[in-house]
Structures are given as structure tokens and as C-alpha cells.
Nanobody, 120 residues
Framework: QVQLVESGGGLVRAGGSLRLACAAP????????IGWFRQAPGKEREFVAA??????LYADSLKGRFTISKDNSKNTVYLQMNSLKPEDTAVYFC???????????????WGQGTQVTVSS
């Protein structure tokens, strides 16, 4: 079983920034897809971004505000979120899969999630 642990969530005012982190097992980040999803209350889980090696994939609506990156030496994938809006409020999950894709079915392992709340 692969354990993914998210951190960095919290309460931020609209227009602010947060950086989420997803810690993975040693050497896992370097060779597997790590993606970020989010789920707001009463809504379906939504793809945010994913990364494999140096390739990235973003939700079209979030590209430009959100940036995914990783540090292989720390086995951690980051999600930098800028210009946050109240509609970005959700639980953010990281997930691991085998191919770079937007659908959640392509991801096998999931973290527990971290809450992001953006106040107006």
C-alpha cells in the first residue's frame, strides 16, 4: 500500500496563496504520476493538475493560477495556488497513478485530503 500525505491546507482570504504538499514514499515521486484533485461540498471530485517526470497536465479552468511541481529529493509534490477565490474552497487530495490523465479512475492511491477554505 502506498501512503500519500497531504499538508499545507488552511484558511486564506480571497486573492491569497497557499502551497500544498503531498509526501510520498521514497523514490515514488520520481517515476509515478502524482495528481491533485479537489472536492467541494455537494460536488463531484474534480481534477486539478498532475505531473509525471517533467510533464504536467492542468484543468483548463485553473491553468495560470495553479502550478504543480515536485522535489524528487524530498519525495514531495507541490501545488502552488495563487489568486485564490472562494470557489476554490474544497478538500484537496493527492493521488498516484500510472499515466498522466484527468479522470480519477486512473489513480490508484489516494491521500486523506487537506482542507482549503478561501474567505471572501
Amino acid at each position: 500500500q502506498v501512503q500519500l500525505v497531504e499538508s499545507g491546507g488552511g484558511l486564506v482570504r480571497a486573492g491569497g496563496s497557499l502551497r500544498l504538499a503531498c509526501a510520498a514514499p521514497e523514490s515514488f515521486v520520481a517515476s509515478n504520476v502524482i495528481g491533485w484533485f479537489r472536492q467541494a461540498p455537494g460536488k463531484e471530485r474534480e481534477f486539478v493538475a498532475a505531473m509525471l517526470w517533467s510533464s504536467t497536465l492542468y484543468a483548463d479552468s485553473l491553468k495560470g493560477r495553479f502550478t504543480i511541481s515536485k522535489d524528487n529529493s524530498k519525495n514531495t509534490v507541490y501545488l502552488q495556488m495563487n489568486s485564490l477565490k472562494p470557489e476554490d474552497t474544497a478538500v484537496y487530495f493527492c493521488a498516484a497513478g500510472a499515466s498522466l490523465r484527468r479522470d480519477s479512475q486512473g489513480y490508484t492511491y489516494w491521500g486523506q485530503g487537506t482542507q482549503v477554505t478561501v474567505s471572501s
